[in-house]
Every structure is written in structure tokens, then in C-alpha cells.
């Protein structure tokens, strides 16, 4: 258990309506990552954070933006939701000592 | 461009026998590699990993094989379990960043 939370766990919204998803980790490690899943995709990385309001993008990034004003919190938000963001949502970190990456129990999003 | 690939969307095996999942990179810069294991409505939870260092490593009933001149990485499993049901990915990172490039996954099935 590496100490990670998503939240909300399941949500559905309508086109065009900000959605925001929250992960909060209790180990204060300072990567922490924003991942979707999608079949026949597998995981492909949004946004990622290595500290206190020091994010950069990934390879998916469009149509995303996140925020890290905390050490314990990476919040991702789809600014106008859209049918193509619907997906699994997964938050990770890795712990400073290592190069293992743990992921929180994900974050499954639709958007109709 | 898929740097990293798992060509087999699916795998049927007898509980008892020896599940192979397999795993093909094109970077040859990627010195890192990770299998992880999902099972439905959770977070991927970290299996075995190998560095580029080494052509084996071995956990229990879990074998990660590594071929740098093939490019290819395998994933053994003896003998197979019914809790081994489940979607596995293969991971790639180089040069010890924290970037992680995913496959698609395999599902594995283990038949009683």
C-alpha cells in the first residue's frame, strides 16, 4: 500500500462540464504521476509532477492541466470534458528512494 | 510509435503449466524494465523488474528473461495459478528517469 488515494472513484458528467480528480498520497514523495487507460492503449502518462508547483506534460496532455500547490496533492482538471476523455484515471508516484511506480486504485470517468 | 510492445492482446493457459508473456522494445536506450499486473477495477500493482545490467531475475514463481540484442523481454510464470488471471503490462524507462513507457497489455487467462 503506498498510501494513495483517487478521488472520486467513479464519476459521469456531460460534455463541455470541468471535471477535476483528486489524488492525495501520505508519504510526501515528490513524483507523482496522472496516467489514463484505455484498451488496446495501456497506460499513457498526462501530467507529471516532481514537487511543489513543478509539473510538466506527458504524452497525452491536450485537453488536461493539473495542479500540485501541496506535497501530498495532484489534482488533474479537464477544463471542458469531452466523450474522448472518457477513460480509467490512475495516479502514481514513486517513492524518492526507488524507481518503482505505485498506482492508486484509479479514477473511472465518463463523460456523455 | 509504439517504443513498446506486447503483440499478444491475450494468453489461454492451463492452470498448472508455464505462462510466457512476451515483450518487444525498439529504444536502445531504455536500461529499465518493469512487469506489472492489473487485475479488473484496480490500480496495476508491481510485479518484477530487470535491469539492463542483467539477463535473468527471478521472484518466487515470477522469471523476467531479458535479450538487449533482440530487443525482448519475457515474463515467466510456473507453475500458473487461477490468481494469475489478469491484464499484465510490460514497462520501459531510461537512463533512470522517471518516465515510464507502456504496452498495451496482455490478458492472461488460466484455465482450470
Known amino acids: 500500500d503506498a498510501g494513495i488515494t483517487q478521488s472520486p472513484r467513479h464519476k459521469v458528467t456531460e460534455t463541455g462540464t470541468p471535471v477535476t480528480l483528486r489524488c492525495h498520497q501520505t508519504e510526501n514523495h515528490r513524483y507523482m504521476y496522472w496516467y489514463r487507460q484505455d484498451p488496446g492503449h495501456g497506460l499513457r502518462l498526462i501530467h507529471y509532477?516532481?514537487?511543489?508547483?513543478?509539473?510538466d506534460k506527458g504524452e497525452v496532455s491536450d485537453g488536461y492541466s493539473v495542479s500540485r500547490s501541496k506535497t501530498e496533492d495532484f489534482l488533474l482538471t479537464l477544463e471542458s470534458a469531452t466523450s474522448s476523455q472518457t477513460s480509467v484515471y490512475f495516479c502514481?508516484?514513486?517513492?524518492?528512494?526507488?524507481?518503482?511506480?505505485?498506482f492508486g486504485e484509479g479514477s473511472w470517468l465518463t463523460v456523455v | 510509435d509504439q517504443q513498446v510492445k506486447q503483440n499478444s492482446p491475450s494468453l489461454s493457459v492451463q492452470e498448472g503449466r508455464i505462462s510466457i508473456l512476451n515483450c518487444d522494445y525498439t529504444?536502445?536506450?531504455?536500461?529499465?524494465f518493469l512487469w506489472y499486473k492489473k487485475y479488473p477495477a484496480e490500480g496495476p500493482t508491481f510485479l518484477i523488474s530487470?535491469?539492463?545490467i542483467k539477463d535473468k531475475n527471478e521472484d518466487g514463481r515470477f522469471t523476467v528473461f531479458l535479450n538487449k540484442s533482440a530487443k525482448h523481454l519475457s515474463l515467466h510464470i510456473v507453475p500458473s495459478q487461477p490468481g494469475d488471471s489478469a491484464v499484465y503490462f510490460c514497462?520501459?524507462?531510461?537512463?533512470?528517469?522517471?518516465?515510464?513507457?507502456w504496452g498495451a497489455g496482455t490478458k492472461l487467462i488460466i484455465k482450470p
Open positions: 502514481a508516484i514513486i517513492p524518492d528512494s526507488g524507481n518503482t511506480i505505485y
Open positions: 529504444n536502445s536506450m531504455f536500461d529499465y
Open positions: 514497462a520501459a524507462s531510461a537512463n533512470s528517469n522517471y518516465q515510464l513507457i
Open positions: 509532477s516532481y514537487g511543489v508547483k513543478d509539473t
Open positions: 530487470i535491469s539492463s
